[in-house]
């Protein structure tokens, strides 16, 4: 692995590693827990990073939009993007979390296709923070961009979470970006100081996030 994102023509060129889409966690062999992220974000990210000039490898969770034609691991359950994530990160310099990781898993996953009989009731449990552990395992040299969907104004949620994962990024959205080709967000930089972004389309957006990205090494 060499040791910094390389030079070329005063130009940083970054091994990025992407995560993006949903998480789909089994409840049975049939139906899981999962949320409405589409992979737009993480699409538009790829197509701006191999635009640049930089490499792109992508983690990707169960999407129906067409994907940029870069490397791709393409995983279901969060353990599997973990086991992905935590792989690959050691060849790349950036990498930018915008999977939407289910939250909660079932604990236990029927064998069979469960029958409606009455209330169901399913216990879960939480699922491995992915990027906090890629952040605890990083080199001095690498660097970690995290993605808050929060309620409309919650900035002190997502600025809480950058600095409990340790991340040296973390972009503020708000839940209705989800599904959107539009987003309207917030840098949030770990010195402290909050970049509140125009409304744009997440290709624009995209492009500005790989160019702030690069002032990070
Ligand atoms: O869900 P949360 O608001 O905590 O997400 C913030 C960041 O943490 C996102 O970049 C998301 O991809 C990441 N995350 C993760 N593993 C989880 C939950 C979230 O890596 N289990």
């Not at 590693?17 to 899981?32: H, N």
């Not at 915008?98 to 909660?104: L, M, N, P, R, T």
């Not at 395992?137 to 600025?159: N, T, W, Y």
Request: net charge positive; hydrophobic share 45%.
């Amino acid at each position: 692995m060499r040791g910094f994102a390389a030079l070329r023509y005063n130009q940083i060129l970054m091994r990025i590693l992407i995560t993006a889409g949903p998480t789909r966690e089994p409840i049975d062999p049939v139906r899981y827990i999962g949320n409405r992220s589409s992979g737009k974000m993480g699409a538009a990210l790829a197509e701006a990073a191999v635009s640049a000039g930089h490499s792109v490898t992508m983690v990707l969770g169960p999407v129906s939009i067409a994907m940029p034609d870069v490397r791709t691991t393409h995983v279901e359950t969060a353990a599997q993007m973990q086991e992905a994530v935590l792989r690959e990160f050691p060849r790349h310099d950036l990498l930018i979390m915008a999977a939407a990781v289910a939250d909660y898993r079932p604990i236990s996953v029927a064998p069979r296709k469960m029958d409606r009989a009455g209330k169901l009731i399913i216990e879960c449990e939480p699922t491995p923070d992915i990027v906090a552990l890629a952040a605890a395992s990083k080199s001095p040299s690498q660097r970690i961009v995290g993605f808050s969907l929060e309620m409309e104004g919650d900035l002190e949620r997502a600025r809480q979470k950058l600095g409990r994962k340790k991340l040296d990024l973390m972009v503020y959205n708000p839940v209705a970006t989800m599904d959107s080709a539009r987003v309207q967000a917030v840098l949030l930089w770990p010195d402290g100081r909050n970049e509140s972004l125009p409304a744009m389309e997440k290709r624009d957006f995209a492009t500005l996030l790989i160019d702030r990205c690069a002032k990070l090494f």
